[in-house]
């Protein structure tokens, strides 16, 4: 495999700095990326059937139900 960097390396240049420049992603988007703000959050009222979500744990915490939480990466 063949791969063509967009930037050279150099000891100024944290690890971070360079594979996300290498990936395209400009020096003032990088700052966001490392520190975003909280502008940069989603709405999660937004996020579709979530009020329904929300009571539907609810309900099964008040029960004691079993809750197995699947992590998608």
Not at 8 to 31: A, M
Not at 39 to 67: A, V
């Amino acid at each position: 495999m063949e791969v063509t960097l967009k930037s050279e390396y150099t000891s100024s240049v944290t690890p971070l700095h360079f594979v996300l420049r290498n990936r395209g992603i400009n020096e003032e988007d990088i700052k966001k990326i490392i520190k975003p703000t909280e502008e940069l959050m989603p709405n999660w009222r937004k996020l579709k059937n979530i009020e329904e979500g929300i009571s539907l744990l609810n309900r099964h915490i008040g029960s004691n139900s079993k809750i197995a939480i699947q992590v998608d990466a």
